[in-house]
């Protein structure tokens, strides 16, 4: 039962995460990557699910990145 819960956990995160993005709140992204990581850090023996919500941030954090670029100007 832990387990599952720990894996609801880490969708809602992620679901919470990509519509933050979807609707560039990405102070609340960053917010939320932040939370992830250290989520990722408490539940490594569940590492198929950390690794998924590690990639989430990771492709996040680069959209992120990016986002960043373009509204500096920086055509990527």
Known sequence: MKTFFNV???IVLAVIFLTAL???????????AVVMIK???????????????AGIVVIGIIYLS?????????KS
């Open 8 to 10: 609801l956990f880490c």
């Open 39 to 53: 989520v990722i850090q408490w539940w490594q023996e569940f590492w198929i699910w950390a690794n998924t919500t």
């Open 22 to 32: 979807a609707y560039k709140f990405e102070i609340v992204a960053v917010v939320l």
């Open 66 to 74: 990016w986002k960043i670029d373009n509204l500096k100007g920086v």
